[in-house]
């Protein structure tokens, strides 16, 4: 279903096997990671949730360039004991290609459901967290995390919580450490949507997603999957 509030295209190439995750109505679904490439040559791997009945769409030879259509979804699942949110890119549409190895174009309108974090690297460069609840079909909402950078970062410091938001930029996979209570040390990957313009939006007139202080209220369940 095409949601004017939520859309992702990009190219890529995937990982290793697909592996099944649920099935939703007796339609499995399965995940995987797409490799994107951006200009600069760094890679952004992203966790993909890709449809049965599209399984037919994929090449046999996996390092053929792919163009996948779809929105960006979230869910909560529980890791180490603790529900973490996980982001995923939910195809679907998707097709061989040729052209724009590079492409990774996501598209957001939603409300902000947290405080932004203004904040500056080592090395003064300017940055904004944001979470943005965007709405989907059937009342539901996906709670995307987002970053602006410079002037961006500053105008998005500016938004106050239940404010709505429109942004364009990439989806993008980064590495941190995490430190344990037994002092070892855990690296993990993150997914956010990089915005590269931002703008005040127009409030919605229906499925206005829930506005909250504390996104991991609103988390589905643990064990519940998208659809």
């Known amino acids: 279903m095409e949601n004017p509030n939520n859309r992702i295209i990009a190219t890529g190439r995937l990982e290793g096997e697909l592996e099944l995750s649920h099935e939703v109505m007796n339609e499995p679904f399965y995940t995987g990671i797409l490799a994107v490439r951006r200009l600069s040559g760094t890679v952004d791997r992203?966790?993909?949730?890709?449809?049965?009945?599209?399984?037919?769409?994929?090449?046999?030879?996996?390092?053929?360039?792919?163009?996948?259509?779809?929105?960006?979804?979230?869910?909560?699942?529980?890791?180490?004991?603790?529900?973490?949110?996980?982001?995923?890119?939910?195809v679907q549409g998707m097709s061989q290609t040729n052209e724009n190895d590079t492409l990774n174009r996501v598209s957001l309108t939603g409300a902000l459901c947290k405080p932004p974090v203004y904040r500056s690297t080592p090395f003064g460069r300017e940055i904004c967290d944001m979470m943005l609840a965007v709405n989907r079909a059937f009342g539901k909402s996906d709670y995307i995390p987002c970053i602006a950078w410079g002037r961006n970062a500053q105008y998005a410091s500016r938004f106050a919580v239940g404010d709505r938001v429109r942004l364009t930029g990439r989806l993008q996979s980064r590495e941190y450490q995490k430190l344990l209570d037994s002092g070892e040390t855990l690296t993990r990957s993150a997914y956010e949507v990089s915005a590269f313009t931002l703008e005040a939006a127009e409030a919605e007139a229906m499925y206005e997603p829930r506005v909250v202080q504390d996104v991991r209220t609103v988390y589905a369940p643990a064990g519940r999957y998208l659809s």
């Open 46 to 90: 992203l966790p993909v949730t890709i449809p049965g009945k599209l399984m037919a769409l994929l090449p046999e030879d996996r390092s053929q360039l792919m163009l996948v259509s779809g929105q960006v979804r979230s869910y909560n699942k529980v890791v180490d004991g603790a529900g973490r949110l996980m982001v995923t890119l939910f």
